[in-house]
């Protein structure tokens, strides 16, 4: 049975940090293109950063330079360091797997089979 379950989500101030962790199992977190996604109250739910199995990495440019995407394959684990948060960041954040994604695609929603449950993220000034 595929999990994914979110944790280290929480309330800062403006400029602060927080480090999100997705610990997977059941399936071959190796060779999976994993994602992390927000969605925040009356919004689509948007790609925040990706990795593909062979460890490509990808972002969207309003938290390029500020996000980090890492992974830790011997334990399964996907992490997402936020740093210099912003009030826009405030939402609910989502990690994602699926076998193959489209290099295209890495940051939309659709082609991810499998989702976590999320983790609240409340930046606040």
């Known amino acids: 049975q595929v999990q994914l379950v979110e944790s280290g989500g929480g309330s800062v101030q403006v400029g602060g940090s927080l480090r999100l962790s997705c610990a997977a199992s059941?399936?071959?977190?190796?060779?999976?293109?994993m994602g992390w996604f927000r969605q925040a109250p009356g919004k689509e739910r948007e790609g925040v950063a990706a990795?593909?199995?062979?460890?490509?990495?990808y972002y969207t440019d309003s938290v390029k330079g500020r996000f980090t995407i890492s992974q830790d394959k011997a334990k399964n684990m996907l992490y997402l360091q936020m740093n210099s948060l912003k009030t826009e960041d405030t939402a609910m954040y989502y990690c994602?797997?699926?076998?193959?994604?489209?290099?295209?695609?890495?940051?939309?929603?659709?082609?991810?089979?499998?989702w976590g449950q999320g983790t609240q993220v409340t930046v606040s000034s």
């Open positions: 990795m593909t199995g062979g460890g490509s990495t």
């Open positions: 994602a797997a699926a076998g193959f994604v489209p290099r295209n695609l890495l940051l939309t929603p659709d082609p991810y089979k499998y």
């Open positions: 059941g399936f071959m977190y190796s060779m999976y293109d």
